[in-house]
């Protein structure tokens, strides 16, 4: 088989091509005009008019004295904020664009969603590339780190020596406010700075971003030129790219006006139509196609579109007495062309359509399975065509003209044969790429939403294993990874197949995407938007998909405050529920049980909880161990307490969970608190450093409670009083309502001492209501009327509290003795207090 060179333009030729005087003088002029106004500059054009291959010779086009870089919208993963800013980094960083801060930022926003993982060279996205990064894990010596913006920015000043870049970075307000963001926050703030380093960079090099495929990420935008949102990411941040140009590609002119009427002096459109007709056999006598008969026939049946010119040369080259001659219509072009490839190839192009991209390997895979060419020189051949556009790392798309033309050759059952080969090879990557036995081209969240993709038209996947393939995919490239899934999911549900397959498992796909979604806005602290995803959760519960679909709306209502609906939820998925699900299950019930009060059955529960997981579910163990330690805490016995307490750290180091020991560190303070009030606040000051570095505010308001405890204990009282301030700022902060009425609870007892009765009365009752609002907490309200009755502050109802929250108890061993520990404890808060 003959190897074709790629066919080529000649310089002279590609002026002609694209009728280009205007379009080119055009974007030459926007050059000229960039400075610190925001620019873009909108190619408009019907599908297959060239645009892609118009952007392509723009950036060559460029003067060196501009950076550019290119995003591809026809690529799944790069439709999502992280993958597009990670390849935009990698790009303009190439180039010398000092990305400090943004990096930082991407850290942040990777361990917020990777909690799980240290970071390191492995992991951390960048920690090659990036100086700042690999520098704080070069000085870091092999010691944990945690990616939050306090921590991150204070092993800056030790690592990095320039002093200009270190203060920079120290200065920043953005970067200083990160840990205090949402996730939703956290991901605008990562875009900005992006746009900050790009505008900083353009003082030294202007640049110019080249988008493409812009109907890719709004197929179908509503009525007025909304989309859905699903573009926002986009025009959040193309709408801070100062400095620079966009250049970016669609069939439509960009509809963003009808957000913002700012957009109309940003946006210059210019419009590419089809070929004239001097131009189209131009093109074709520089190609080899000369004679005047078939030059007139095949531009006639293009329409100027350059694709099926493009296809009608590549035509002549494998076949020069063919060239279309009797083509009359632009899908007779592509018909010719099919029939003067080899049959092998055809068939192989045909099969290759289904994946949306594809390597040399998914090419032999694919081979190999229909019994087809799989050599180097068949490979070569399919990839020199004119609608096989490269990607980086040697991957490949088809264009979609092309794959509309190809599928429609294959059969429903073909095609499901060949979705389920390529899902095998997604998969099989994903593997790879997990044990870093390989690092590919693609994007670590891309394989096993790929595998998803096609394993749903295959028809052989079943929600369970959705389920499944994004928890992986979430733990190798983050939370993104399941949005795509989900946005997959959703266009397949909008026109299904019409099989017997699709009639039993597509409300178990439905629930699927439901779930991915429900989880990730919990992530995002969205429990609104939840609970009305999940209005009815009545259904069955015994599948992994809809047992997490209740406990992620269960979850959405325990933080909205109705602990006692989702106590119920909690309960029934563990009762129902007979699969991996079931351990979370049983702990958010033993959970929710103790701090209602129910310490025998939550106890009872989390040591049976525990004996079902296997020994490597580390963290969930010392999850359960901890619960224990604090639900003897809060029943005062604190030898047991501590017991319990480093049975948890000894989990939790043995899987690696850096939140599960931050957390213990928390817990040791608060314990100390009461027996060691010195050792607690310098266990207190160790654990704030560490949960700064988390960014955990309600932890950091956990933390300076128990400082404030053992500083009124040891007489500090204007030191209490600082801590006081300083848990409630956290507490309030994180939205933690009952930790904030924890900790008034114990300001009293600092009010009292500086006999401030009226007050602390007064801080009393409002932790009472507060317990009784977020339902939790009945030992506490018995420990308020006894210090109430104690210090005679006793009022009516404090004392129709007491008298509702005593049956809510079930301590281990008797009521009395609980009583009388909570009496020594009182004993000690209450010194030097007169009644």
Same mark, same amino acid.
């Given at each position: 088989m003959p190897i074709r060179p790629r066919y080529r333009r000649v310089s002279a030729l590609?002026?002609?091509?694209?009728?280009?005087?205007?379009?080119?003088?055009?974007?030459?002029?926007?050059?000229?005009?960039?400075?610190?106004?925001?620019?873009?500059?909108?190619?408009?054009?019907?599908?297959?008019?060239?645009?892609?291959?118009?952007l392509q010779e723009l950036r060559t086009r460029t003067p060196d004295s501009c950076r550019t870089a290119r995003l591809d919208l026809q690529l799944p993963t790069l439709r999502q904020q992280e993958d597009a800013l990670a390849v935009l980094r990698m790009e303009f960083g190439a180039q010398g664009v000092q990305f400090d801060r943004f990096d930082i930022a991407y850290a942040v926003l990777w361990q917020r969603v990777h909690p799980q993982l240290q970071m390191d060279r492995k992991n951390t996205p960048f920690a090659e590339d990036s100086e700042v990064l690999s520098k704080i894990l070069d000085d870091a010596m092999g010691l944990p780190v945690f990616g939050t913006a306090a921590g991150l920015v204070r092993l800056t000043g030790r690592a990095m020596s320039n002093r200009r870049r270190r203060q920079r970075i120290e200065s920043d307000p953005t970067l200083q406010e990160l840990d205090g963001l949402s996730n939703a926050e956290l991901g605008h703030a990562v875009s900005y700075l992006f746009a900050e380093e790009m505008r900083q960079s353009a003082e030294e090099k202007p640049y110019v971003l080249f988008v493409d495929a812009y109907e890719a990420m709004v197929p179908t935008p509503l009525p007025g030129g909304r989309s859905y949102g699903s573009d926002a990411w986009l025009r959040d941040l193309l709408g801070q790219l100062h400095g620079g140009l966009t250049v970016l590609a669609s069939r439509e002119p960009l509809p963003w006006s009808a957000y913002d009427k700012e957009w109309e002096s940003v946006i210059r459109q210019t419009r590419i139509d089809g070929l004239p007709m001097a131009a189209r056999l131009d093109l074709l006598a520089q190609?080899?196609?000369?004679?005047?008969?078939?030059?007139?026939?095949?531009?006639?049946?293009?329409?100027?579109?350059?694709?099926?010119?493009?296809?009608?040369?590549?035509?002549?080259?494998?076949?020069?007495?063919?060239?279309?001659?009797?083509?009359?219509?632009?899908?007779?072009?592509?018909?010719?062309?099919?029939?003067?490839?080899?049959?092998?190839?055809?068939?192989?192009?045909?099969?290759?359509?289904?994946?949306?991209?594809?390597?040399?390997?998914?090419?032999?895979?694919?081979?190999?399975?229909?019994?087809?060419?799989?050599?180097?020189?068949?490979?070569?051949?399919?990839?020199?065509?004119?609608?096989?556009y490269p990607l980086p790392g040697g991957w490949y798309r088809l264009h979609q003209l092309m794959i509309r033309a190809l599928q429609h050759h294959l059969s429903p059952s073909v095609k499901r044969h060949v979705h389920s080969v390529v899902r095998g090879y997604w998969e099989g990557l994903a593997t790879r790429m997990e044990s870093g036995a390989e690092g590919s081209g693609v994007a670590r969240s891309s394989p096993l939403r790929e595998a998803v993709h096609h394993g749903l038209h295959a028809e052989d996947i079943a929600p369970d294993r959705i389920q499944e393939h994004a928890d992986r995919a979430v733990s190798m490239s983050g939370r993104q990874a399941a949005d795509g899934m989900v946005k997959d999911i959703r266009e397949f549900l909008a026109s299904p197949p019409r099989t017997p397959w699709a009639e039993e498992a597509l409300p178990g796909i439905k629930d699927a995407a439901d779930c991915l979604d429900a989880e990730s806005k919990l992530e995002l602290g969205d429990a609104s938007t939840v609970i009305e995803m999940t209005p009815a959760l009545d259904m069955p519960v015994r599948s992994v998909v809809s047992a997490r679909l209740a406990l992620a709306g269960a979850n959405a209502r325990r933080i909205a405050g109705e602990s006692s609906h989702a106590a119920?939820?909690?309960?029934?998925?563990?009762?129902?529920?007979?699969?991996?699900?079931?351990?979370?299950?049983?702990?958010?019930?033993?959970?929710?049980?103790?701090?209602?009060?129910?310490?025998?059955?939550?106890?009872?529960?989390?040591?049976?909880?525990?004996?079902?997981?296997?020994?490597?579910?580390?963290?969930?163990?010392?999850?359960?161990?901890?619960?224990?330690?604090?639900?003897?805490?809060?029943?005062?016995?604190?030898?047991?307490?501590? @017991? #319990? !307490? $480093?049975?948890?750290?000894? /989990?939790?180091?043995? &899987?690696? =969970?850096?939140?599960? %020991?931050?957390?213990? *560190?928390?817990?040791?303070? @608060? #314990? !100390? $608190?009461?027996?060691?009030? /010195?050792?607690?606040? &310098?266990? =207190?000051?160790?654990? %704030?450093?560490?949960? *700064?570095?988390?960014?955990?505010?309600?932890?950091?308001?956990?933390?300076?409670?128990?400082m404030a405890i053992a500083q009124l204990r040891l007489g500090r009282l204007e030191r209490a009083e600082v801590s006081f301030r300083n848990a409630n700022t956290a507490l309030d902060r994180a939205g933690y309502r009952s930790g904030r009425a924890r900790a008034d609870l114990f300001r009293t007892f600092l009010l009292l001492r500086r006999g401030e009765r009226e007050a602390a009365r007064a801080l009393l009752v409002h932790a009472t209501r507060e317990f009784e609002t977020c339902q939790v907490y009945p030992s506490l309200v018995l420990a308020i009327g006894a210090a109430a009755a104690r210090t005679g502050l006793l009022t009516p109802e404090l004392e129709a509290a007491v008298d509702r929250a005593r049956p809510l108890l079930r301590p281990l061993g008797t009521l009395e003795a609980l009583e009388r520990r909570t009496d020594e404890v009182l004993s000690m808060l209450l010194e030097e207090v007169a009644p």
């Open positions: 590609q002026r002609q091509f694209f009728n280009r005087e205007e379009l080119l003088g055009t974007y030459d002029d926007e050059l000229r005009r960039i400075s610190d106004r925001l620019r873009i500059l909108n190619i408009v054009g019907v599908g297959g008019i060239g645009k892609s291959r118009l190609a080899g196609i000369t004679e005047m008969p078939t030059q007139r026939t095949i531009a006639e049946a293009s329409a100027g579109v350059p694709f099926y010119l493009h296809l009608a040369v590549d035509t002549h080259a494998q076949s020069p007495a063919a060239s279309a001659t009797d083509a009359g219509t632009a899908e007779e072009i592509v018909q010719r062309f099919l029939q003067h490839v080899a049959p092998d190839e055809v068939r192989i192009l045909e099969l290759l359509s289904v994946a949306r991209t594809f390597d040399l390997g998914m090419f032999r895979e694919i081979g190999r399975s229909f019994d087809l060419p799989t050599n180097l020189l068949t490979w070569e051949s399919l990839t020199a065509y004119s609608f096989a119920r939820i909690f309960a029934r998925v563990w009762t129902e529920h007979d699969g991996p699900a079931r351990p979370s299950a049983g702990l958010c019930v033993a959970d929710i049980r103790m701090w209602q009060g129910d310490f025998a059955g939550a106890f009872a529960l989390a040591d049976e909880v525990y004996a079902l997981c296997a020994p490597h579910d580390r963290a969930i163990r010392g999850d359960l161990k901890r619960l224990m330690h604090l639900g003897h805490r809060f029943l005062m016995d604190f030898a047991r307490a501590e @017991e #319990l !307490l $480093a049975a948890a750290e000894a /989990e939790y180091r043995a &899987a690696g =969970a850096v939140v599960g %020991l931050a957390n213990v *560190r928390t817990n040791r303070a @608060e #314990l !100390l $608190a009461f027996v060691d009030p /010195e050792a607690a606040v &310098a266990e =207190a000051g160790a654990a %704030l450093e560490v949960q *700064r570095d988390l960014g955990a505010q309600h932890e950091i308001g956990k933390v300076y409670t128990a």
